[in-house]
């Protein structure tokens, strides 16, 4: 059951350490939209919470209700824009 959240975590880690990698070889020169997508998709690391909240039955409805409402406020930001 927590495979999924195993290849998540190690998906995160590999992402950071390419974009570690990246920032070293660049000398810390603005590398363009690649080290700021690693950058948002490291950002991910939020969802892992999820994995602890899955146990506390109301916190999870709670945080369930939260990204629902945030996928719904992306949705209209997409069809306003």
């Known amino acids: 059951p ?3 959240w195993n290849v998540f ?3 995160v880690v590999s992402l950071g350490l390419i974009d570690f ?3 070293a070889f660049t000398h810390g020169k603005a590398s363009g939209g690649v ?4 950058r948002i998709i490291r950002l991910l690391r ?5 994995r602890i909240v899955r146990f506390l039955k ?4 709670l945080a369930y209700g939260l990204a ?6 992306f949705w209209v930001t997409i069809l306003m824009a």
Do not use: K, M
């Open 2 to 4: 927590d495979f999924g």
């Open 9 to 11: 975590d190690v998906l």
């Open 21 to 23: 990698a990246s920032h």
């Open 35 to 38: 080290a700021t997508l690693f």
């Open 46 to 50: 939020i969802l892992r919470i999820f």
């Open 58 to 61: 109301q916190l999870y409805l």
């Open 68 to 73: 629902e409402a945030a996928q719904a406020v």
